[in-house]
């Protein structure tokens, strides 16, 4: 029987260079996987925005946030939903509504006006050309 002392450590061979690189694309690969998992993505409807002009002021806020929005203009008193995306008129004291009666603006663009109160609400993309939200309004005036 050999002596305890006798023996001789074994050490794992040392990396060669093809080690070297096989360990690096997989180390790549991984940062690459994580950043794809668990980056947040920029949704079209963050970089959008919509903007409320009233009594000469205007007023915006962001696409991606659900809120309502009261205002009175020229005497009239407005309610502005921002919900899901998208923008409409939920309640209006004008004399026609037609304001209220408009399907909800997508973050693609588009116009609401109310004539009665002077009210105009667009949505507008962050980086967007102007001259494709107006060729994209849709109008209703009252």
């Not at 690189?21 to 959008?48: H, Q, R, T």
């Not at 946030?65 to 309640?91: A, F, K, M």
């Amino acid at each position: 029987m050999p002596h305890p002392k006798d023996r001789t450590k074994e050490y794992p061979a040392p990396l060669c260079r093809g080690d070297r690189a096989v360990y690096l694309i997989l180390l790549l690969l991984l940062v690459s996987v994580s950043v794809l998992l668990y980056a947040k993505p920029v949704s079209a409807a963050d970089a959008a925005s919509v903007h409320i002009q009233s009594d000469g002021a205007e007023s915006v806020y962001p696409l991606s946030e659900d809120r309502t929005v009261s205002l009175t203009s020229c005497g009239y008193h407005l309610t502005v939903t921002i919900e899901n995306g998208s923008v409409r008129v939920t309640q209006s004291d004008c004399p026609d509504k037609s304001c209220t009666a408009m399907t909800p603006l997508p973050m693609s663009g588009g116009a609401i006006v109310c004539l009665p109160a002077q009210v105009i609400i667009t949505v507008e993309r962050e980086g967007g050309d102007d001259d494709d939200e107006i060729s994209s309004a849709d109008i209703i005036l009252g």
